[in-house]
């Protein structure tokens, strides 16, 4: 069974910054693009970065471009979304998303919230 968990939401004061995590389990992870997505009450969800299968490219919404930075750890089946700058309109419920490669099968984690709020 595929999961992804993520971890390391909150809330933080405009200008903080925030370390999302998503750990991944039941899939082989190396063969997965991973997403993270956020989605703000009332608003369609939204890419926010991507990074490819073995970490070599990344790819940023321009809203967050310079102040967020995908990275992953194969060796630990995670990705990690670090989050600076932060400003109110980052808050959102940000969720994790697998892809495969070939395939183009996709899986969601359940999402964490991400407050910035004075």
């Known amino acids: 069974q595929v999961q992804l968990v993520e971890s390391g939401g909150g809330l933080v004061q405009p200008g903080g910054s925030l370390r999302l995590s998503c750990a991944a389990s039941g899939l082989r992870f190396d063969m997965h693009i991973i997403s993270w997505y956020r989605q703000a009450p009332g608003k369609e969800r939204e890419l926010v970065a991507v990074i490819g299968s073995v970490g070599g490219s990344t790819n940023y919404a321009d809203l967050v471009k310079g102040r967020f930075t995908i990275s992953r750890d194969n060796a630990k089946n995670t990705v990690y979304l670090q989050m600076n700058s932060l400003k109110p309109e980052d808050t959102a419920v940000y969720y994790c998303?697998?892809?495969?490669?070939?395939?183009?099968?996709?899986?969601w984690g359940q999402g964490t919230q991400v407050t910035v709020s004075s």
């Open positions: 998303n697998a892809r495969h490669r070939f395939s183009g099968q996709k899986h």
